[in-house]
């Protein structure tokens, strides 16, 4: 099977090989750039090449970077990484009917993904139906995490390690979009499958919410019967930003199996905030998340295991000369920070009352170079203190990152 899908992938790059040589038989689909555009439309908006007059529309981006890092004054030297290869096919059925499909290949090529796999159906613009497999929209980086788009090499803490990142199900539900003058409201509404009782039985000996993605078996059956829903509002105004909340829970846990109750009904529960918005005088764009998590661990677990979690990011990018550059026209130079944190277990220890820490903090500064707007130059230094359960003195790590992102 991983054979097929690795034949099917060269073919598609072949293709995009080729339609970039001859240009009379394809065309560059220009992504929509107007004030509009909110994060829930970022799986449409992206570069795409269109042969003909062939319905299908081909893209994907690449990454690749080396880092050198050391941990308390031990560095294990420097690497090189291709940490993933993503490819897209969009196809238009018919009027108001449309298939996109995503799929990436991480780790060299080690893991094969369907990230993304649905049928859009509209009916009206605040009606529209989606099934398939569907990237629950929690928080803003989950659906919109293009390598392109971002200034940073590493992805967010809390949005890969308390939000697992690029999470994504099978199921159906409802989104729709409405505008008024300066303002745009979205929303999305999905039932799927969802977690299992890894999030909490892993080997992380933690509870671990990217555990989840190791059970491949949620593309064919739920694993307890009951969904996982989630809810996503987003408000923008064309001149400040966007703000947007979602919510996404369910039960984790195989409560009842051949009609036997084993256990009462567990749940894991999600709630973010995402912002974002461009100064409109300095051009300076700030790009914000900030998530909660619930779950309900069994009494029978230690206290390492925690119920709650919270997390979030801010990127602040500045950009600093803008013009034509070694023969790029409308190039720039942008400087950049992100500030980010992750607290894997909030609370006291019942026995003496103290806080509980496993925490981890980190600063990235970082100078990235766009030829255009979906290629960038990245390099970043990222400084990151770490504290286990107990609140011992923070390990520290810190490196240099350099790498290159880009649309085909």
Request: hydrophobic share 40%; glycine share 8%; aromatic share 14%.
């Given at each position: 099977?991983?054979?097929?899908?690795?034949?099917?992938?060269?073919?598609?790059?072949?293709?995009?090989t080729?339609?970039q040589?001859?240009?009379?038989?394809?065309?560059r689909?220009?992504?929509?750039?107007?004030?509009?555009?909110?994060?829930?439309?970022?799986?449409?908006?992206?570069?795409?090449?269109r042969?003909?007059?062939l319905?299908?529309?081909?893209?994907?981006?690449?990454?690749?970077?080396?880092?050198?890092?050391?941990?308390?004054?031990?560095?294990?030297?420097?690497?090189?990484?291709?940490?993933?290869?993503?490819?897209?096919?969009?196809?238009?059925?018919?009027?108001?009917?449309?298939?996109?499909?995503?799929?990436?290949?991480?780790?060299?090529?080690?893991?094969?993904?369907?990230?993304?796999?649905?049928?859009d159906?509209?009916?009206?613009?605040?009606?529209?139906?989606?099934?398939?497999?569907?990237?629950?929209?929690?928080g803003?980086?989950?659906?919109?995490?293009?390598?392109?788009?971002?200034?940073?090499?590493?992805?967010?803490?809390?949005?890969t390690?308390?939000?697992?990142?690029?999470?994504?199900?099978?199921?159906?539900?409802?989104?729709?979009?409405?505008?008024?003058?300066?303002?745009?409201?979205?929303?999305?509404?999905?039932?799927?499958?969802?977690?299992?009782?890894?999030?909490?039985?892993?080997?992380?000996?933690?509870?671990?919410?990217?555990?989840?993605?190791?059970?491949?078996?949620?593309?064919?059956?739920?694993?307890?019967g009951?969904?996982?829903?989630?809810?996503?509002?987003?408000?923008?105004?064309?001149?400040?930003?966007?703000?947007?909340?979602?919510?996404?829970?369910?039960?984790?846990?195989?409560?009842?199996?051949d009609?036997?109750?084993?256990?009462?009904?567990?749940?894991?529960?999600?709630?973010?905030?995402?912002?974002?918005?461009?100064?409109?005088?300095?051009?300076?764009?700030?790009?914000?998340?900030?998530?909660?998590?619930?779950v309900?661990?069994?009494?029978?677990?230690?206290?390492?295991?925690?119920?709650?979690?919270?997390?979030?990011?801010?990127?602040?990018?500045?950009?600093?000369?803008?013009?034509?550059?070694?023969?790029?026209?409308?190039?720039?130079?942008?400087?950049?920070?992100?500030?980010?944190?992750?607290?894997?277990?909030?609370?006291?220890?019942?026995?003496?009352?103290?806080?509980?820490?496993?925490?981890?903090?980190?600063?990235?500064?970082?100078?990235?170079?766009?030829?255009s707007?979906?290629?960038?130059?990245?390099?970043?230094?990222?400084?990151?203190w770490?504290?286990?359960?107990?609140?011992?003195?923070?390990?520290?790590?810190?490196?240099?990152?350099?790498?290159?992102?880009?649309?085909?």
């Amino acid at each position: 099977m991983k054979k097929k899908l690795l034949i099917a992938l060269a073919l598609l790059i072949t293709t995009v090989t080729f339609s970039q040589r001859d240009s009379s038989l394809f065309k560059r689909v220009i992504p929509d750039t107007e004030k509009t555009v909110m994060n829930m439309d970022a799986i449409y908006n992206r570069p795409l090449l269109r042969a003909g007059k062939l319905p299908a529309t081909l893209g994907g981006y690449v990454e690749a970077n080396t880092a050198y890092f050391s941990e308390d004054g031990i560095t294990e030297g420097l690497s090189f990484q291709l940490p993933r290869l993503t490819l897209f096919v969009s196809a238009t059925i018919k009027q108001r009917i449309k298939f996109l499909t995503e799929i990436e290949l991480e780790e060299g090529g080690r893991e094969i993904n369907i990230e993304f796999a649905s049928v859009d159906v509209e009916f009206h613009p605040l009606l529209n139906f989606r099934g398939g497999v569907i990237m629950n929209p929690i928080g803003s980086f989950n659906q919109n995490h293009d390598g392109p788009k971002w200034e940073f090499i590493s992805r967010p803490l809390s949005s890969t390690t308390i939000i697992p990142s690029t999470f994504s199900n099978v199921g159906f539900g409802l989104f729709g979009k409405y505008a008024k003058r300066q303002w745009v409201w979205g929303y999305e509404a999905y039932l799927t499958n969802g977690f299992d009782d890894r999030i909490i039985n892993n080997s992380e000996n933690r509870t671990w919410f990217p555990a989840a993605k190791e059970n491949a078996e949620r593309f064919e059956e739920s694993f307890n019967g009951i969904p996982l829903v989630t809810l996503k509002a987003a408000v923008r105004h064309r001149k400040v930003g966007e703000l947007g909340i979602s919510w996404m829970g369910g039960v984790y846990n195989k409560f009842r199996e051949d009609g036997i109750d084993l256990d009462k009904k567990r749940r894991v529960d999600f709630i973010a905030f995402d912002f974002k918005t461009v100064l409109p005088k300095a051009k300076t764009y700030i790009n914000a998340e900030w998530v909660w998590a619930m779950v309900d661990v069994p009494a029978t677990y230690t206290q390492q295991f925690g119920s709650k979690q919270r997390g979030g990011f801010i990127d602040i990018v500045q950009p600093f000369i803008k013009k034509r550059m070694l023969g790029w026209d409308d190039a720039t130079l942008n400087f950049a920070v992100r500030g980010e944190y992750a607290d894997y277990n909030v609370g006291k220890f019942k026995d003496t009352g103290g806080n509980i820490s496993d925490h981890v903090m980190a600063i990235v500064p970082a100078i990235s170079f766009r030829p255009s707007s979906q290629t960038v130059f990245r390099f970043n230094y990222r400084y990151e203190w770490r504290r286990d359960l107990l609140g011992n003195p923070a390990s520290k790590t810190a490196g240099f990152q350099l790498g290159l992102s880009t649309y085909f």
